[in-house]
């Protein structure tokens, strides 16, 4: 490793915990470290360590803080392995940090720090690149983190794929990233096959191929998809459409990529990478017997999580601003949006997800006019809001899913509403990057209001403040 810069912050308060001695480690592993600055400005974009003692409710507030809830990478460093239980590693991820250990858990604690590091910057400089931008845009901490999992997996792993989530989310796009970024030193071609439009009499022929005269109509031999994939990236979309017969037949090719063509007697081998995609649950279709479980074992080596818009709705004006500049002549600029038009975009509901948002982009562009802005009227009658409150549909149907869960868990009113109000804060301080001033004016309460929540907080005293007035 050439020198990666690092910073790093220290909240342990024991003398035991040997700080100075941790940095020289770091740096003769390769590490440059640097003192954080109290605000974070001159070490802004740049990964980062955190030690400490005990993963206190301090610990957690930096750790959001400092990683903007979960963007920037920090490492998070215990003392000793006893401060970092099952339940404390976990609540220390939640808070933001990419990983976490105790400097006392193995005999070289600095060189496995330098090789994370390492791994995150080659990841994460790939997450930056134009390749993946041009083609994923998203900059919401949800969406980075499942490029981050695209990336890692793609160019350090040669694991079968499943991608999961709703439809529109991009589910094939990431597909193409991954054959993309595959590291084999001989690629072939990506083959794409659609099973939900796989005929079940003819279903051989497209996997395995046919020999010539194998049925009627056969009047040639012809290869399927396995053995066009040789060398390369096999994409099986809406894998969870195939009957558990077609997935019994799959079974042998997926695990050891040998499979005999329709009427042939010879066993023909293929060397290709599996990604499958799927709007469906299919560990609950596993669980009720609709989907073979060795065939998703096979199938999901590493699984990567495609979040719906609703989950990234921080997003839309990037993705809008993506898809105006695409719809563009080459160098020019794209329109900016009026108040009223961005306010509506970001309020809206897309059900769609991402493919719903760029058809919708589409048409306002198809009715934009001249060099200004887009305005309302760009937008068509059709689909123009009912209600022009704006602050109507933020409690929507995702708030109440929410909510039922928790009430269906056994959850008080009283402990809803006191999570209700951390995860508004929580989310607030990160947005503003610890600046309490702008987290408060942002949630409609004083400075003093917020300072004393967090406060009373980590000493777990009753909470009397204007948050529960």
Not at 213 to 221: D, F, H
Not at 233 to 244: A, I, N
Not at 269 to 290: D, K, M, S, W
Not at 358 to 378: C, E, F, N, Q, S
Request: contains cysteine; charged residues 25%; hydrophobic residues 40%.
């Amino acid at each position: 490793m050439d020198g990666l810069n690092v910073w790093y912050h220290s909240l342990a308060r024991n003398p035991a915990f040997p700080v100075g001695a941790a940095v020289e480690a770091l740096s003769g592993a390769g590490l440059h470290l640097y003192p954080r600055a109290p605000d974070g400005a001159r070490t802004r974009g740049m990964p980062g360590i955190l030690f400490f003692n005990e993963p206190d409710a301090e610990v957690h507030d930096f750790l959001r803080a400092a990683s903007h809830a979960g963007v920037e990478r920090v490492m998070a460093v215990a003392a000793h392995r006893a401060s970092l239980t099952s339940g404390a590693a976990w609540g220390v991820l939640r808070a933001g940090a990419s990983d976490a250990l105790a400097w006392d858990h193995s005999r070289a604690p600095a060189t496995e720090i330098a090789a994370r590091f390492e791994r995150w910057a080659a990841v994460d400089a790939l997450v930056d690149s134009a390749l993946v931008k041009d083609n994923l845009a998203g900059e919401s901490a949800v969406w980075r983190a499942a490029l981050r999992q695209m990336v890692e997996v793609a160019r350090f792993t040669d694991a079968p794929v499943l991608i999961t989530g709703e439809s529109g989310t991009g589910k094939e796009l990431a597909a193409r990233l991954i054959h993309t970024l595959s590291a084999r030193p001989v690629k072939g071609e990506l083959i794409i096959l659609d099973c939900s439009t796989v005929v079940p009499e003819l279903s051989g022929s497209e996997f395995f191929g046919h020999e010539r005269g194998s049925y009627t109509g056969a009047v040639s031999a012809r290869d399927g998809a396995f053995a066009l994939a040789d060398r390369g990236t096999l994409f099986l979309d809406e894998v969870g459409e195939l009957s558990p017969r077609l997935q019994a037949e799959l079974l042998r090719v997926v695990q050891e990529h040998k499979y005999k063509r329709v009427g042939g007697n010879t066993w023909l081998e293929t060397n290709f990478r599996l990604v499958c995609a799927t709007n469906r649950n299919l560990q609950h279709e596993e669980a009720n017997g609709h989907f073979r479980t060795d065939f998703y074992h096979r199938i999901a080596g590493w699984t990567c999580a495609l979040p719906p818009l609703s989950e990234r709705v921080g997003d839309v004006p990037l993705l809008v601003n993506h898809f105006l500049r695409a719809l563009r002549p080459p160098q020019a600029e794209p329109p900016e949006l009026d108040e009223a038009v961005r306010d509506y975009l970001l309020r809206r509901e897309y059900r769609g997800n991402v493919r719903e948002l760029k058809a919708l982009v589409g048409r306002i562009a198809r009715r934009h006019v001249g060099p200004g802005p887009v305005t309302v009227g760009d937008i068509t009658e059709d689909e123009r809001p009912v209600c022009a409150d704006a602050q109507a549909g933020w409690c929507d149907a995702n708030f109440e899913r929410a909510i039922r869960r928790a009430v269906t868990l056994g959850v008080g009113l009283k402990e809803i509403g006191c999570a209700a109000t951390e995860t508004a804060i929580r989310i607030a301080v990160g947005d503003e990057e610890g600046n309490l001033q702008r987290a408060a004016r942002k949630l409609g309460v004083t400075d003093r209001a917020l300072q004393m929540r967090r406060a009373l907080r980590r000493t777990d005293k009753p909470q009397t403040d204007e948050f529960t007035n």
